[in-house]
């Protein structure tokens, strides 16, 4: 099997990079960043540990809910969840992290690399409280790169067209794959525990 191991390799097996996608790299949010930031309801988190594992998590909430501090700073509240804190081990352990954000309807998608922190003061986090509820912490990222990527991916995929999208009942529910991989309760047992945790535990 053939493969690339070398950096220099990798570039001359790629060519050379538009000027344009070198230079549309930018070390700080301007206005067009935040705009897309100020849509998004959605986002990627990637962190690492520094020793070689990665984790890739989902953010969601409303529209904004990543909010822009400054031109160099995002604040992203933690939601409830399942108490893992896989990224949140990472980034205590290793600061780098790359947020890809989506706006619905929108093909193009914006990066932003940088580090990031674990906070749980109130003063940062109060004006994030959603339903009432204040972020259990959060994320205070200094941004270092920000930058849009075009929308060729999604609009192969076809992410926001309906008509792709797949029936509900062609795939499992949650709680059946739950209940197969972990044998730890029965399908309608691990259902309900879903379905109540989506029904109560939201924020």
């Known amino acids: 099997m053939e493969s690339i191991t070398d950096p220099a390799a990798l570039?001359?097996?790629y060519g050379t990079v538009h000027p344009l996608a070198v230079?549309?790299?930018?070390?700080?949010?301007d206005q067009h960043c935040?705009?897309?930031?100020?849509?998004?309801?959605?986002?990627?988190?990637?962190?690492s540990d520094g020793a070689g594992g990665v984790d890739?998590?989902?953010r969601g909430d409303a529209p904004g809910f990543v909010a822009v501090l400054d031109d160099s700073t995002l604040l992203l509240p933690d939601r409830?969840?399942?108490?893992?804190?896989?990224?949140?081990?990472?980034?205590?352990a290793h600061p780098g992290v790359g947020l890809l954000f989506f706006v619905p309807g929108i093909n193009e998608t914006l990066r932003v690399n940088g580090d990031a922190s674990v906070v749980t003061d109130t003063g940062l986090l109060g004006p994030l409280?959603?339903?009432?509820?204040?972020p259990a912490a959060g994320l205070l990222?200094?941004?270092?790169e920000a930058f849009f990527h075009c929308g060729k991916a999604l609009m192969r995929s076809h992410l926001w067209d309906a008509s792709t999208q797949v029936e509900?009942?062609?795939?499992?529910?949650?709680?059946?794959?739950?209940?197969?991989?972990?044998?730890?309760?029965?399908?309608?047992?691990?259902?309900e525990l879903v379905e109540t945790g989506y029904r109560n535990n939201l924020y």
Do not use: W
């Not at 990222?141 to 270092?144: G, K, N, P």
């Not at 509900?168 to 259902?191: N, V």
């Open 34 to 47: 935040r705009a897309f930031i100020a849509l998004s309801p959605f986002c990627v988190l990637a962190s």
């Open 141 to 144: 990222i200094a941004v270092q």
């Open 129 to 134: 409280a959603a339903r009432g509820k204040m």
């Open 80 to 92: 409830p969840g399942n108490n893992r804190v896989d990224s949140y081990g990472n980034i205590v």
């Open 56 to 58: 890739a998590s989902p």
């Open 23 to 29: 230079r549309k790299v930018l070390p700080r949010l």
């Open 168 to 191: 509900r009942s062609a795939f499992p529910t949650l709680g059946k794959i739950m209940a197969d991989q972990t044998r730890a309760m029965a399908e309608p047992e691990a259902d």
């Open 11 to 13: 570039r001359a097996h």
